[in-house]
């Protein structure tokens, strides 16, 4: 069983900037890959990024393309989402997962989920 824990959401103003950490705990960070997904009220879940655990291969939403970068730290376990020009509409609970091996933007097919952080992005 891995648990992960998000930090880093909060109340920022349009144009600005947040970090998302995800920790990671419960079983090695090799061959783990890992995504962040996000759920606006009245929304289903949608994906925004993905990395593999070797940290050469990322992928990323449409929407968040160019302002938004993923990486990890596998010394440290933990996975980063920076947000920058932040929008209105990226405003959602936002949750890491994982899953082994290769990383997707479906998020059925991630194992693990962390309990969600709120970013919040005021106009």
């Known amino acids: 069983q891995v648990q992960l824990v998000e930090s880093g959401g909060g109340l920022v103003q349009a144009g600005g900037s947040l970090r998302l950490s995800c920790a990671a705990s419960?079983?090695?960070?090799?061959?783990?890959?890992m995504g962040w997904f996000r759920q606006a009220p009245g929304k289903e879940r949608e994906f925004v990024a993905a990395?593999?655990?070797?940290?050469?291969?990322?992928y990323y939403a449409n929407s968040v393309k160019g302002r938004f970068t993923i990486s990890r730290d596998n010394a440290k376990n933990t996975v980063y989402l920076q947000m920058n020009s932040l929008k209105p509409e990226d405003t959602a609970a936002y949750y890491c997962a994982g899953k082994p091996g290769y990383s997707s933007s479906y998020a059925g097919g991630y194992n693990d989920w962390g309990q969600g952080t709120q970013v919040t992005v005021s106009s």
């Open positions: 990395i593999n655990w070797s940290n050469r291969n990322t």
């Open positions: 419960g079983r090695t960070f090799s061959n783990y890959a």
